[in-house]
Structures are given as C-alpha cells and as structure tokens.
C-alpha cells in the first residue's frame, strides 16, 4: 500500500512473470523492489540516482527503453527499495529477432555513450564485477578446479585489442531482457550499468542467443563487428568467472555455460 501511495498508483497491481524477484505491472507501469546487487553492483542503491536521472530525458530513436518514474516526493526509489518504470510491450527476443535486435542495441548504445562515467561502476566487487574486471585483465589467481581447463584455454585464445572506447553499455543482455512487438523498434528492461567497448555488449547478447541456446549458427549475424571473436572469448571468460566465482559448479557437465563455452573455443579457435 505504501508504494502505490508514493507513486500515486491506482490500478491493481498485476504479478508479472520471469525474473527473480517480484515485478508487478500497474497500467502502463512496472512496479519492482531493488535489493542492494540488483545492478550486479553492490552499491546499487546510490547508482539508481545517477541512472535515472541520466535515462529520464535520454531520446529513443531505433530503440524502446523502459524508463524510471519518480515518486510523487519527486523521489527514484523509496522505502524497501521499490521503484517505478515505464512498461515496455513486447514478447522475449527469439532467434529470428536477432538482426533487428543487433540494429536496436547499436541504437541504444549510440545515445548511452554520452552519459559520463560514474566512479562506483569501478569500484564493483560482486562475482560480475570481478569477472568484468578479470575478463579484460590478467586471468585470476583462482579459479574453481571444475572451470579452470576450460578458462585457461579461452585465456589462450584471447589476444589484444587495439584501444577502443568503452562507455556505458547494458550489462546483462540476455534474451528476456530484450523484448519485441510487431511494429515497434525493439525493447529493452532492467539496463544493467556496465562500462566497456559497446561491441562488448553485443558480443554477451550473441553468447546469450547463439551458444547459451545451443546454436553457435547464430553467430553468423555478428561476423562484420570488428574483433568480433575477441569480445566473443572475453564474453564467455567473463560468464565463467561469475560461475567460478559463485562456486555454482552444481551441475556443472550439463550446464548451458560449459556447453555454451565449449561452443566459443570451436568457433574462435
């Protein structure tokens, strides 16, 4: 009750499916609560601010994104963590959406890149910040024995890059937060604030509809971004290190992160 008061809500709220925290949608509004990692970031509370009021005003050309909506104190997240955002339509992102979905995150990441840096994005020490960090850098000191043949070897596939320019990118690409409506430029949720090259970003959205879906051929729609099976090897050490990290190596051998690294070496090899 005391969200639907600060937002000056006042339709019954509906329990959205997906996601692994309660999401409701109130009209053309999604109400969700944010914990202090929803960012893969711990300090999550302090960037919503900075997010929200850098998103607000941001125009959508080629893209839909949802957007923050203050609470009637003019405020981005009130008691409990809930906050408020636009409802984006749409249907989760399927393999014959991908080539329009590549044309709307270079859409989206074109207007992200003049947003300026925030200093906590460096100071992120959860098991996604660590593989963000470790995937451009040295390889960590540990990592779990189940992954760690599988790590040195994409280590050894990697090899420099010339300098790009890194800039905000949404971090966690995968398939349900991209959704699509006939009609309409395809849609995008839960922007994850990340910071590096924006064709990084596309190589984690190709990891997660080609080799996480069991179909590397989906690759073949990324074959003209430059240094392309570079990102691609620096994608998938960045998937395992959040599972070395996490020690979630239950179930491991059957896993889609082994099979979808597996796929990786194949394919960059």
């Not at 960012?39 to 959508?60: K, Y």
């Not at 203050?70 to 014959?96: F, Q």
Request: glycine fraction near 6%; hydrophobic fraction near 45%.
């Amino acid at each position: 009750v005391h969200v639907q008061r600060a937002f000056n809500l006042n339709v019954p709220p509906i329990l959205l499916e997906g996601g692994t925290r309660d999401v409701y949608q109130v009209g053309d509004l999604v109400v969700k609560q944010l914990v202090s990692t929803s960012f893969e970031n711990p300090h999550t509370f302090q960037l919503v601010p900075w997010l929200a009021d850098q998103l607000i005003g941001l125009r959508q050309d080629g893209f839909r994104l949802s957007r923050p909506v203050h609470s009637v104190d003019g405020e981005w997240i009130v008691e409990h963590g809930w906050t408020t955002w636009t409802y984006v339509e749409g249907h989760a992102l399927t393999s014959g959406d991908v080539p329009a979905a590549i044309e709307s995150i270079q859409a989206l990441h074109f207007v992200l890149k003049e947003i300026p840096k925030h200093p906590l994005l460096d100071q992120n020490d959860s098991a996604w910040g660590f593989a963000h960090q470790h995937c451009f850098g040295d390889r960590p000191a540990r990592v779990h024995p189940s992954l760690a043949d599988l790590v040195d070897e994409l280590y050894v596939l990697r090899q420099p890059l010339p300098p790009m320019a890194s800039q905000l990118i949404h971090g966690d690409l995968n398939h349900e937060n991209i959704l699509v409506s006939p009609g309409s430029p395809v849609g995008f949720i839960d922007l994850t604030p990340f910071w590096a090259p924006v064709d990084f970003a596309l190589a984690m959205f190709a990891n997660w509809i080609g080799p996480r879906q069991d179909d590397v051929s989906i690759l073949r729609y990324f074959e003209d971004i430059p240094y392309f099976n570079q990102l691609l090897i620096r994608a998938a050490i960045r998937m395992l290190l959040v599972v070395s990290h996490l020690e979630g190596v239950e179930g491991w051998e059957l896993s889609s992160e082994k099979r979808a690294a597996e796929m990786i070496l194949d394919f960059t090899a």
